[in-house]
């Protein structure tokens, strides 16, 4: 089963081995009524869509060789990019770097090519990537933000030795993410309402990684809806600013970023580099020939800003991020679509929705946001 992006923490309890799940508290007081989102279509600023690199059977974080080269494969991560970018190419480079030395080639400069050009710098290597496309034109560009590992695996597709490594990556990408909180990268921690289907005194998946977890039953939140809800606080990042800067780290730290658009392995294979990592996303698929590699479409309306939502939701009626360049609404999940533009009809709809979720906020008196 493909888990649509904001339901994955509400399907299963157990996505990691020897992790340990927690059972959400029931929060006691209601909160004051929080700020409704403005939602017309006069306050759209943008339409985007992106494709999502979705393999059921997760990631790719594997060594092979290709003539005198050693390849490591770091892709695959559907619409978990940014939330396991650290950890992943942390898992990349601990293959690649034991027992190398001189230069190291990176393929693609989104999020996954800058975290790993980043870290094996950091490891004192000299870096060149090859890119089609770099900041702001890349698909992690178009991501939402939201640290949560959503929609990149099928629970029935994936091996024990995988759950392993996702473990390993989400620990690391947790601790990273949490030391580059700030201004500079555009990362802050927001709290989040999800509906959720696990009812309270059930365990919560990936507890762990979200902290104040807690319950709040109809009385307590001002949601359309009749179903569970939990609070917990996460880290978004404004991908725009957060790209961008690691990008100015990767040129300040010595790295060279070069125009290429490499079509065949023969194309890798002339590289003079003779480590390269691979962070293709989606291209990996006719690059390297995985064809278990497809597109996971995903389209957003983004509004107006609006500085005094500081809060974020995500449920039936799709998501909604709070940002500085604007709030992020969405989304579609459509598996098996190459073209990244956004459709009217759907946009229309996630604009309806969206609508509806807050318009239809039960506020007392004294407390209309």
């Known amino acids: 089963m493909i888990l649509p992006r904001r339901q994955l923490l ?3 309890p157990l996505l990691l ?14 909160p004051a009524c929080l700020p409704r989102v403005h939602v ?6 943008r339409t985007i869509a992106g494709l999502r690199p979705y393999r059921a059977s997760g990631f790719v974080v594997r060594a092979d060789r290709l003539d005198d080269k050693k390849i490591v494969h770091n892709y695959g991560h559907g619409g978990a990019g940014i939330t396991l970018s650290w950890g992943t190419s942390r898992l990349a480079i601990d293959l ?20 790993t050009a980043r870290l094996c710098q950091e490891a004192g290597y000299q870096v060149t990537l090859y890119a089609k496309a770099r900041p702001p034109h890349t698909t992690s560009n178009i991501a939402g933000g939201q640290w949560e590992p959503a929609s990149h695996f099928a629970e029935e597709a994936v091996t024990p030795a995988w759950r392993d490594q996702y473990a390993r990556a989400l620990d690391y990408s947790w601790r990273r993410f949490q030391i580059m909180v700030g201004d500079d990268y555009g990362i802050r921690w927001v709290p989040t309402y999800q509906q959720t289907g696990t009812p309270p005194g059930q365990p919560q998946a990936l507890a762990r990684y979200m902290p104040g977890l807690h319950y709040l039953d109809r009385a307590a939140h001002p949601f359309p809806i009749d179903g569970h809800v939990i609070r917990f606080d996460t880290m978004y ?3 725009g600013r957060l790209l961008r800067k690691l990008e100015q780290d990767v040129l300040i730290a010595g790295g060279t970023i070069v125009a290429r658009d490499l079509a065949t392995q023969a194309d890798v294979a002339a590289l003079p580099e003779r480590l390269v990592f691979n962070c293709t996303g989606l291209g990996a698929a006719a690059l390297f020939g995985d064809a ?7 389209q957003l309306a983004v ?8 809060y974020a939701f995500g449920g039936r009626m799709g998501y909604m991020f709070p940002r500085a360049d604007g709030i992020l609404c969405g989304g579609t999940f459509e598996k098996g679509e190459y073209a990244a533009e956004p459709q009217p009809d759907d946009i229309n709809r996630i604009l309806s929705r969206h609508a509806a979720f807050f318009g239809g ?9």
Do not use: D
Not at 96 to 108: I, K, N, Q, S
Not at 292 to 298: D, F, N, Y
Not at 303 to 310: D, Y
């Open 10 to 12: 509400a399907a299963a």
């Open 17 to 30: 081995p020897a992790c340990t799940v927690s059972r959400p508290r029931a929060a006691a007081a209601a």
């Open 40 to 45: 017309a279509p006069e306050r759209v600023i």
């Open 96 to 115: 690649g770097l034991p027992g190398h030395a001189g230069p190291v080639a990176v393929l693609g400069a989104g999020i996954m090519g800058l975290t």
């Open 237 to 239: 990042a404004e991908t």
């Open 292 to 298: 278990e590699l497809v597109p996971v479409r995903g």
């Open 303 to 310: 509004l107006l800003p609006q500085p005094e939502v500081r």
């Open 361 to 369: 906020f039960r506020c007392g008196a004294g407390q209309a946001g």
